[in-house]
């Protein structure tokens, strides 16, 4: 399993580039051949909101088929772009090696199917 994670800050409105994750591009990337599920990990700092959002893919391969030929490059939908004040510009790859994390006890039951 191949991951990548991208990070971007934001001094307004969060809670709108939140909403537009879960509703929006989260549920574009589970129609994705080999994407296998992600987190929006968000940090309240006291002077701007950072959010790092991991995506989990099959292989190297699904990733490029998703963010093309360079795919270093981190891959923000233009909407997310003006929503943030700051975007790292590449994306930082890993693969998995061990997990220990089973997919329902990461869904606490605030959470809606669409949340995920």
């Given at each position: ?28 990337l ?25 995506n989990?893919?099959d ?58």
């Open positions: 399993m191949h991951v990548i994670g991208a990070v971007g800050r934001n001094f307004n409105d969060a809670d709108t580039y939140e909403s537009l994750l879960k509703q929006k591009v989260l549920p574009e589970k129609k994705l051949e080999g994407y296998r599920g992600g987190y929006v990990l968000r940090n309240d700092g006291p002077r701007e909101v950072e959010f790092v959002v991991v989990l893919f292989s190297l391969d699904a990733v490029k088929r998703f963010a093309g030929d360079n795919h270093t490059t981190a891959v923000f939908e233009p909407e997310a772009t003006r929503l943030l004040s700051r975007i790292e510009p590449r994306a930082t790859h890993y693969d998995v090696r061990a997990n220990t994390v089973a997919v329902e006890t990461l869904k606490p039951s605030s959470f809606k199917d669409t949340d995920l």
